[in-house]
């Protein structure tokens, strides 16, 4: 009886969490020119409209850019700085890793209202390299929190036997630590990639006048009327941020079974 | 000449002696152990020659050269860890093949000399697998071959063995010896485990708290200990207060429990004269009987405390006077009773004797 409304309880809960973002997926293979229910069809006739659109192309093809620099970046720096806090005995250690990871911690709005204070005071005006800089501030603590976690479980016997069969340093980086560590980069770089290609917060203080990312794209459109096109393109989001993750994992899972540890 | 010298080392972390003044040569082709329990600074002394530690002050000799200054990588050495340290995300053919590529031999080459590397180790079809799917043994093995298949200078091992279950141990033991042998690489092998040190070593280097209590031969520190550390640490001692009263050809010393003891004097190198002494009598070497001794064997009666029966073997705690003894003796059928009355034989040239 008791398991029997915890039951219902759950289906309740995932019904309010995910029915609306049903809703936008059904809806956006409506033939209907109104993006509501009654259906009157299926088609696929609102992607189209989508793929014509010059705005939206223009904003999807902004955040692909955005998200994979960001993903690139941040990767690079967080394999960096996890290597010099895990592997090296560097003053204030522990005060650095919180530093690198407050900004998953102070409010969005607030980092970003400050990341623009700051350049407004250094005189620097917006600009996509400031987008850029925004996004891999706030996608930084991710990528650090999962590479270090695996670099942590690494051996240093098995660095220390690299470099006594002749290789370099930085040699064995490349040979031994980097394959060793490759699951958590993989999912360091699609975490930023994700986070990046979603956000909107950030995004609409730092982006500069005419650049604008699908999330910022909708946000525009929503003020001018429902178009059913807004259905097609969150589903394209969908697609993007909830399968890439999901293939990443897969992928990774893979390279982790083969690698073993 | 040495294959390596240690000159002078000192290492310090912060404020913490790991090595004290250390002075240490390693001949060339020779199996040299590193013992001591933990702490004692063996694996410091081994991490310094391998190039993962600085010395804080003295010299590191490797061929005559010093290498302070070269990085591990340029070192040319084989170094197997306790823990395999095999890499998971490649083949055993390419574990092996590793420190080759880094060395310029051409591919060709390189195929033949993990193949015979893998045939010297008695794993020749194992190629292929990744080293998870290897036991442990085997895993050990494979560091072995990718350790010496770079043909070193010095092969150094870091409680190699230590990881492995008891039985798989021994056979190792032997095996490792046994390549050892074969290629006649210098080797410096760090253990805590006296019974391996004596089983496999040419020579033996006791460490205790960051300093070298005796160098020697098996036979020599076991025989001879020159500290009370040694004789504690290698077998079973029993040590007495004593009082050298002659000291010539051979010493006599005097204690409570045995009277006048005649050692040799080969089993006194560092008794200087008469006065203060302690004589070590080994538990393997003192014999429970049930009659006394004859003529010219030291015979004191005693009365069994503790019996700890190990199945060829036995350990008694007895009670002779004052002192307790522990003895271990070879047994054929029952041991003595907690309780009985017997009589301790004990072979003076037996007996070694440390400065009191």
Redesign the interface.
Known sequence: MGWQIIRAWTVLVYAFMFLPVAVVVLLSFNANQFGSFPMTGVSLHWFQELWNNDAVMRAFRTSLVLGLMTALISTTLGILASLALVRYNIPGRNAITTLLIAPILVPEVVLAVALLLFLNWLGIGKSFALLLAGHVIFTLPFVILVVQARLVSIKRDVEEAALSLGASPVQTFFAVTLPLMLPAVAAGALFAFTISFDDITGTLFWKPGGVETVPTQIFSMLRNSISPEINALGTVMIVMTVGLPLLGAAVARKLTMKGGT | MSAVTLSNIVKRFGTFTAVHRTTLEIPEGAFVTLLGPSGCGKTTNLRMI?G?LDPTEGEILIGGKRVNDV?????????V?Q?Y?????KTVAENVA??LK??NVPKSEIAAKVRDALDLVQLPHVGDR?P?ALSGGQQQRI?LA??IV?EPDVL?LDEPLSALDANLREDMRVELKRIQERIGVTTVFVTHDQSEALAMSDLIVVMSEGRVEQVGKPEEVYNTPATEFVANFLGASNIFDARCVEHGATVVVEDVVFGRVTVPATKAPNLMGTGPAKLVVRAEKLKLARDAAPEGVISVPATVETVDYQGQAVRYFVRAGEAQLQAINMIDDHPFAVGAAVHLHLRPQDCAALPG
């Open positions: 391998a993962l990085p591990i990588h340029k070192r040319n050495l084989g170094l860890f823990n340290a095999l890499f998971p995300h590793f420190g880094y060395r990744y998870k560091a990718r350790a770079i150094l």
